[in-house]
Structure formats: C-alpha cells, structure tokens
C-alpha cells in the first residue's frame, strides 16, 4: 500500500505563490509500481477536477487550461516526493488540494484509476 501526505497549503492574497508537497511512503514494491500522480482539487460546492498530472517514468505533465502556466508539477524519485509550484494565484483556486497516485499503466490516466489519495491540504486566495 502506499500513503500520500500533503503539506504546503496555506493562505495567500491573489498574485501570490504557494508550493505544495506531498510525501510518498509505504511499502517498496508498491511505490516502485506507481505509474502516475497528480494533483487534484475540491472548492466548496464543486466538484473534484484533476489540475495538473505527472508521469513518473519520463516526467511527462499535462495541466488543466484554468491552471496551465501557472502551475507546475514535478517529482523527486529518490525522495519519494511530488511537487505543486503554484504562482499568480488567483482567488478561485482556493481549494483543498489533494495529491493522488495510480499504479495503472495508462497514459492519460483515468480519474477513476487512482487508487491512493491523500488527506489534503487546504489553499485559501484571498482577493
């Protein structure tokens, strides 16, 4: 099994930065077989939407449009580490913000392929 847990979230004004972490732990073999993570977020009212997702293999990232330039996702192998580099925040990506990982081997993955889902970590912007 593997447990992903989130920090870095806090309260920003808009325009500002924020970057967010999460910690990979659990048994070996099943963080070797992570194929993909990502980044999600849930705003009061709404519904769960994917913002930004990493390949581990080649470190190939897709992003949401309400995100793309603004946010950046990356990952640290050895340190069991995923990243979320978030810049010219704005008020409506106030949000909890989780970190989520598959081991399915699909490229785009699925919302429904991410078995491993961290507890979150809350991002206000205020205007």
């Known amino acids: 099994q593997v447990q992903l847990v989130e920090s870095g979230g806090g309260s920003v004004q808009s325009g500002g930065s924020l970057r967010l972490s999460c910690a990979v732990a659990?048994?070996?073999?099943?963080?070797?077989?992570?194929?993909?993570m990502a980044w999600f977020r849930q705003a009061p009212g709404k519904e769960r939407e994917e913002v930004a997702r990493?390949?581990?293999?080649?470190?190939?990232?897709d992003y949401d449009d309400s995100v793309k330039g603004r946010f950046t996702i990356s990952q640290d192998i050895p340190k069991n580490a995923l990243f979320l580099e978030m810049n010219s925040l704005k008020p409506e990506d106030t949000a909890m913000y989780y970190c989520?990982?598959?081991?399915?081997?699909?490229?785009?993955?699925?919302?429904?392929?991410?078995?491993?889902w961290g507890q979150g970590t809350q991002v206000t912007i205020s205007s």
């Open positions: 659990g048994h070996t073999y099943s963080i070797y077989s992570i194929y993909s």
């Open positions: 990493i390949r581990k293999s080649n470190g190939a990232a």
């Open positions: 989520a990982a598959t081991s399915i081997s699909r490229w785009p993955p699925r919302s429904d392929d991410f078995q491993y």
